[in-house]
């Protein structure tokens, strides 16, 4: 199980159901099945460049990913936006917004049988 001081006990993690890992993760007991899906999901995953802007509880994070598909190997760059509001210096609540969920999905989609 995760248990970092980084997330509340009670953290509330959203991510777009279209992803490979969505859904809604709650608690450090939904913080670890959140990342084993995200390591099966990617093969590398690089938060590269990060711009803040925080104001109060609630901080707006811009971040240019890189990362490379686990299941077609195929390298993507995206950014993501995320809200992430902290309270008594952690985090409890996280909502990503992509761009474009389906480029996302379709690069860590097992390639299909044809036959």
Same mark, same amino acid.
């Given at each position: 199980?995760i248990? !970092? ?8 993690l ?8 969505g859904g809604?993760?709650?608690?450090h ?7 084993l899906?995200m390591g099966?999901?990617w ?5 590269a460049?990060?711009?803040f802007?925080a104001a109060?509880?609630?901080?707006v994070?811009l !971040?240019?990913v890189?990362?490379r598909?686990?299941? !077609?190997?195929r ?9 992430i !509001?902290?309270?008594?210096g ?5 909502r ?5 969920t389906r480029?996302?999905?379709?690069a ?8």
């Amino acid at each position: 199980m995760i248990s !970092t001081p980084f997330f509340a006990p009670d953290v509330v993690l959203h991510q777009a159901d279209s992803l490979p890992y969505g859904g809604t993760w709650r608690g450090h007991s939904g913080m670890t099945p959140f990342f084993l899906a995200m390591g099966a999901a990617w093969e590398s995953f690089d938060m590269a460049e990060q711009e803040f802007l925080a104001a109060g509880e609630t901080a707006v994070v811009l !971040t240019q990913v890189r990362a490379r598909a686990r299941a !077609t190997g195929r390298e993507l760059s995206f950014p993501i936006l995320q809200a992430i !509001t902290v309270k008594d210096g952690r985090i409890t609540e996280v909502r990503p917004f992509y761009w474009d969920t389906r480029v996302i999905a379709d690069a860590c989609a097992a390639p299909r049988a044809t036959g």
